[in-house]
C-alpha cells in the first residue's frame, strides 16, 4: 500500500479511537500503541504531561508510552528536546540526536526523535515524543501524523481552568 493510503487508513483508525475512547487517558493509550504498533520507525512512543503545581517549576511528567521503560519520567521545561517543544510550543524535529546538545539519552539505539506540543485552548498541556533507531526517521508525512494525533488529544483534554 502506498505509504499516503497507510497514513490515511491509521488516521481513520485514530479518529474512530478517539471517538471510542471513554477518557484522554484511554485515548493515549490507543495512540501510543497504533502508532508503535503501524509505523515501523516509530520504535519509543509516549506522551509527556504538563504538571504546573503551586510554588513549584512546570514539569513534564510521563504518561502512557509505548517501549522501553526511560530513566526521564519528570523533566522541567529548560531539559533536553521535550522541554524545547512543550517551551516553545513548536514541533521539534532531530534528525541525528547525537548532535543536539539538548538531547537527554533515553536508549543508545535513539538516532532521531519528534516531539509535538498538545495544546488545550491555546495552552500547552504536554505533548507527543516519538524517538527512532533510525536516522532522520521523520519526514513531513510523519510530523502532520504525530502533530494529527497531538490534535485528538488535545480536543479530549480538559482546559487547564476547568481540571479539578
Ligand atoms: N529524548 C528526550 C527525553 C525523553 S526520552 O526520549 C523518552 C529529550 O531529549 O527530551
Known amino acids: ?4 493510503s497507510k497514513a490515511k487508513d491509521l488516521k481513520t483508525e485514530l479518529a474512530e479511537s478517539a471517538a ?11 495512540i501510543v500503541r497504533l502508532l508503535q504498533e503501524r509505523m515501523l520507525k516509530y520504535n519509543w512512543v509516549g506522551f509527556y504531561m504538563l504538571e504546573n503545581l503551586p510554588g513549584q517549576p512546570p514539569m513534564l511528567v510521563l504518561g502512557p508510552f509505548q517501549g522501553a521503560m526511560t530513566p526521564h519520567t519528570r523533566i522541567p521545561l529548560h531539559q533536553g528536546i521535550c522541554g ?3 517551551s516553545t ?5 532531530v534528525d541525528d540526536v547525537n548532535k543536539d546538545p539538548r ?7 535513539t538516532k532521531s526523535e519528534i516531539v509535538v506540543p498538545i495544546f488545550v485552548r491555546g495552552k500547552v498541556a504536554g505533548e507527543l515524543d516519538i524517538d527512532s533507531h533510525f536516522p532522520a526517521a521523520f519526514k513531513e508525512d510523519d510530523r502532520e501524523l504525530v502533530e494529527y494525533c497531538a490534535n485528538l488529544v488535545g480536543q479530549r483534554l480538559p482546559a487547564i481552568a476547568d481540571r479539578k
Open 1 to 4: 500500500m502506498p505509504a499516503a
Open 84 to 86: 524545547a517543544a512543550a
Open 89 to 93: 510550543g513548536k514541533t521539534v524535529v
Open 103 to 109: 538531547y537527554l539519552a533515553c536508549s543508545l539505539e
Open 20 to 30: 471510542k475512547a471513554r477518557s484522554a487517558h484511554e485515548l493515549m493509550s490507543e
